[in-house]
């Protein structure tokens, strides 16, 4: 009977305690991604163009900010995709934005499983669902509306398909590898393609066919999955210009200078790739050793000593067996994740990092590798050389020697951790090194066991403890910023009870929150009310209702009132869209009737409330030539204050509602009343 290679093969026949353990780990992790989840609130930027996407298909189609599809994101929305159709199906509310991250973080930790139990048998799946689902970084973000959500899930998915075509010497499973890396790249665009090099290569390295043939494959996986990839974006740049929206992140209208200029290269080399915004406006993470920074590695650098051993022994295991013309495909396994890591690792340190969550591309590598260097330190136990059998205890010591140090750069461990940590990890090095190093009587499989799996808990407690911070809301991360835990800094907590002048160092105290607690979802401001209602009294149902500002001023609109509501200037503010010309021509026609502006006397072009004299369309058409100002917003904001008419501020605001530091314009021929 033909064995069977398939991902899902892998859950046959476990036995039923493998079966147990994954549940719990599973569940474990479903519940930490899930239990604020009601309050897992709103990216201003993502979740308003999640609404949008949820409200027209128009948008949907494009991955439109607004909800009439004047501007995409600065970046592919495949990402919100899952969100978009949730919010149909569930309604628009904060879970519902989040439920779809929490689902791909629970396939992601059995994907994780199923990798490395195929590899190097359960107890490596095991380990790795487990270091997966205690990654502080993941249990944040799983629960929030990011791209790396879905790019983690699809990457794992892609590895573990090509591990099935390596296993079982058919190209359906490759072809399934090249799909999910295309979907990762729709979620996060060019990161997904880190992985392309480790599955060509390690396809490459071993199979069951010549070596004329693994290439031609390889290279097969790549053209699949580098033209699936393409071809969203493709299809939206064939679209002509009038009849889509506008493409931000770009000054071209063009969506390859957004993804891979804005997006892309020019994070590493700046101004490489033309047509696309410059993004000196973002903030990042700075240095080639970003990855060393306590922030970085308290959210997914716990098992960094753990995933280097494990690259090693792979290489070494590749090597060994290829010299002896044994069957090399685990060792292979092996080198295409150290592959993975290190591609990820190099592009990481170069790039520009402006969130946490993109060190998630590190996760799914770092909890794999670390378990196999444990598996195989704990086959070692049993190897007649000294050295070898040293291996498993020696790699504990420095893993926990790494942890203690993460522990203290912290700032936020308490004692009694430090001391737990401490105690498991050196302690079990120290009795394994004696017992089997040094051959002191003949010990017993059970202690063995037992200092085995004590070595693995003190391993895990630290990261396990970060990510079940999480159960209190304020260390469970922001929508823009997967985080879990204490900041770098804040004072000792969660084991010990603060004292109260550590409270007040970090002005909150551990408190489990409320699981699945459903807040009221939010609403317009009086005064954001009184202002729709004003202008639908004037221009009734028609839209957009109004152009404003900036996207930050539109988002309230759009997200917590469902209300067509068209930016200016895109995500950075420099994207020409509309142009002057294409809002006079706007205005002209009666599409756009109200614009709703910002501090004007910055602009130093005229005084709040003063009324400017009405003028005609045509008018007002010819006024953009005679507007100074630069490009993008600033040209568009200042024909509105030079064309417009102040709508004074008694017509839609009372004593007890009002916009402060924001100003309503009438655009058409219509009377301020």
């Known amino acids: 009977m033909k064995r069977r290679h398939g991902v899902l093969a892998v859950f046959h026949g476990q036995p039923w305690p493998v079966t147990a353990a994954l549940a719990v780990i599973v569940l474990a992790a479903g519940v930490l991604m899930s239990w604020n989840i009601g309050s897992a609130g709103y990216s201003p930027f993502y979740s308003t163009a999640a609404r949008s996407m949820s409200m027209s298909w128009r948008a949907f189609a494009f991955g439109a900010f607004d909800p009439g599809a ?73 629960g929030r509306v990011m791209e790396d959500g ?80 393409l071809t969203w974006m493709t299809a939206i740049q064939f679209v002509p210009a009038a009849d889509r929206p506008y493409i931000d992140g770009s000054t071209n209208n063009n969506v390859f200078s957004m993804v891979f200029g804005y ?22 993470f700075a240095g080639p050793l970003k990855l060393l920074l306590p922030e970085v590695t308290t959210q997914v650098g716990w098992l960094y000593p753990l995933a280097f051993g494990g690259m090693l ?14 069957d090399s495909k ?83 461990a308490a004692p009694s951790l430090i001391v737990s940590v401490a105690l498991l990890g050196f302690l079990s090095a120290a009795f394994l090194a004696k017992i089997l190093v040094r051959r002191v009587g003949q010990p017993s499989v059970l202690l063995v066991r037992g200092l085995v799996a004590a070595g693995i808990l003190g391993v895990l407690l630290a990261p396990t403890v970060w990510s079940a911070s999480t159960v209190d809301h304020a260390y469970a991360g922001l929508p823009t910023d997967a985080y879990a835990g204490p900041r770098i800094g804040e004072a000792a907590w969660l084991v010990s009870a603060p004292s109260s002048e550590s409270a007040a160092v970090r002005g909150h105290i551990f408190a489990v929150g409320a699981p699945y607690a459903i807040p009221n979802d939010p609403g317009l401001s009086g005064a954001q009310k009184s202002l729709v209602a004003y ?30 509501v068209m930016p200016i200037g895109g995500f950075s503010g420099s994207v020409p869209s509309p142009t002057v010309t294409q809002f006079a021509q706007r205005v002209a026609s009666g599409t756009v009737e109200f614009a709703l502006l910002g501090d004007i006397p910055r602009f130093e072009v005229v005084p709040l409330r003063v009324i400017v004299p009405a003028r005609t369309a045509a008018a007002r058409v010819g006024l953009q030539n005679n507007v100074a100002g630069g490009a993008g917003r600033t040209a568009v904001v200042n024909w509105i204050v030079n064309a417009c008419t102040v709508v004074p501020a008694d017509v839609y605001e009372s004593d007890r509602h009002s916009l402060p530091g924001q100003t309503l314009y009438r655009c058409g021929n219509g009377p301020v009343v």
């Open 535 to 564: 202008i639908r009294s004037q221009i009734g149902n028609r839209s957009p209702l109004v152009a404003t500002e900036t996207w930050r001023s539109a988002a309230p609109y759009i997200l917590k009132g469902g209300l067509d």
């Open 263 to 284: 997006n892309g290269f020019n994070r590493i080399v700046p101004n490489l790739i033309p047509g696309a915004v410059g993004d000196a406006h973002l903030k990042s």
């Open 70 to 142: 004047t501007i995409t994101l600065d970046k592919l929305s495949g990402f919100l995709v899952p969100q978009a159709l949730a919010a149909r199906i569930f309604g628009y509310h904060a879970w519902s934005m989040a439920l779809p991250q929490v689902i791909e973080g629970m396939v992601t930790v059995v994907t994780v499983f199923a990798i490395g139990t195929r590899w190097k048998g359960a107890s490596a799946g095991i380990i790795a669902a487990s270091g997966l689902a205690t990654t502080p970084l993941l249990v944040s973000m799983f």
């Open 330 to 412: 685990d060792a292979v396994t092996s080198v295409a994740m150290s592959i993975w890591l290190a591609t990820a690792v190099a592009l990481i340190s170069i790039g520009q990092v402006p969130h946490t969550a993109y060190f998630a591309a590190l996760s799914v590598q770092i909890a794999l590798l670390s378990a196999g260097a444990l598996v195989d330190g704990i086959a070692l136990l049993e190897s007649p050389s000294r050295l070898a059998r040293a291996a498993l205890p020696g790699l504990l010591a420095v893993e926990t020697s790494w942890v203690l140090v993460l522990l203290a750069e912290s700032g936020s």
């Open 150 to 229: 879905l790019l983690t899930m699809s990457l794992a998915l892609a590895f573990a398909c090509w591990q099935s075509a390596i296993l079982g010497g058919r190209v359906g499973p490759l072809l399934w590898s090249g799909f999910w890396v295309a979907i990762g790249f729709q979620a996060k665009m060019m990161q997904a393609w880190f992985i392309l090099p480790a599955l060509a290569i390690g396809y490459i390295l071993v199979g069951d066919v010549t070596l004329l043939s693994r290439i031609r494959r390889a290279v097969l996986l790549g053209v699949v999955a580098i033209a699936l990839s």
């Open 313 to 326: 022994i792979g290489l070494h295991q590749f090597l060994v067996r290829r010299h002896r013309n044994r």
